[in-house]
């Protein structure tokens, strides 16, 4: 992607400073509604007072399952359901592009907490040396491992032109306050060494036409690309994607770079936001409103 064009970060106290500039506002959910263990309430009630406001909410996660998982796992952890009109996930994506390879058997690399992704596909699952795709949903044990744990694995997919489908290009992601791999550190290890990745889920456009979609179908209207925000704690998805599909990025700072900005002052932020690949328009500690 090209170099961020925004110049300089906005600091906000709360989301209600900017509320008015905004109609759709696309929602990142790990690490900015809850962070794997529990909801942020802060969080949970600016986006009720988006809603009430008549912005319309679209929670857009990288999360490897289908929008009804997300769904049952806000409900799970207190979330109303007056805190967001619609989801996409990069599930949802994803099963796209494994239906465009119906009967083709595949390697699944991933937890079987995320099997709910290929229910009902067509989709064989068979050994690595029988596939003729992979589909990277995370490690096996994001507790322990890392991508180096799959170099072999990976070297010999890569030996065969493999394309690899990553369905959530996270690399990290943070849980109950520990930082635990993701299928993106997967599929970036896998394209170091040459190897063939689809991604599903942000920071590619697919998922962001889908959130359009969906929020102007609530809407029954078009949203104009410079009335629609995209908030997420991390810069390399959400503050790019963001960016890339000509929404303004608001960057929440607790989340999986809290170690680099929570403890500094707003001018070492400034320098660190000035060393990213993509700087966000605005930025604040926690979304509150």
């Known amino acids: 992607m090209p170099p961020s064009k925004i110049e300089a970060t906005v600091p ?51 999360a490897p399952r289908p929008a009804a998982v997300i769904e049952q796992q806000l409900d799970n952890f207190g979330v109303p359901r007056t805190a967001w009109d619609a989801i ?27 099997l709910p992704l290929i229910a009902g596909l067509d989709s064989p699952e068979t050994t690595p040396e029988c596939a003729e795709y992979v589909l990277c949903t995370g490690l096996l044990d994001d507790e322990t491992e890392t991508a180096g744990t799959y170099a072999d694995l990976l070297a010999r997919f890569a030996a065969r032109g493999l394309e690899m489908i990553c369905a959530n290009p996270d690399l990290v992601v943070e849980r109950g306050g520990r930082i635990v791999p993701c299928a993106g550190s997967v599929a ?23 959130a359009l979609a969906l929020a102007q179908e609530k809407r029954g209207a078009p949203i104009s690309r410079a009335r629609i925000c995209g908030i997420g704690d991390a810069i390399r998805t959400d503050i790019a994607g963001a960016e890339a599909f000509g929404a303004t990025g608001i960057m929440v700072l607790a989340g999986i770079h809290a170690q680099d900005l929570m403890e500094t002052s707003w001018d070492q932020r400034h320098g660190w936001f000035a060393r990213q690949s993509h700087r966000p328009a605005f930025a604040l500690p926690h979304l509150v409103w």
């Not at 599903?200 to 889908?210: D, V, W």
Request: some cysteine; aromatic content about 8%; hydrophobic content about 45%.
């Open 12 to 62: 906000l106290s709360g989301f209600s400073e900017i509320a008015d500039r905004f109609d759709l506002c696309l929602c990142d959910v790990w690490g900015v509604v809850h962070n794997g263990v529990a909801a942020f309430g802060g969080a949970v009630e600016a986006l009720v007072a988006m809603r009430e406001r008549g912005i319309t909410v679209v929670l857009v996660t990288n």
């Open 88 to 114: 996409v996930t990069s599930g949802d994506v994803c099963r796209a592009l494994i239906q465009a390879r119906a009967g083709k058997p595949m390697f699944r690399l991933g937890p079987d907490r995320d």
């Open 188 to 210: 970036l290890a896998y394209e170091e060494i040459g190897g063939k990745v689809v991604y599903a889920g942000k920071p590619h456009r697919p998922i962001y036409e889908a």
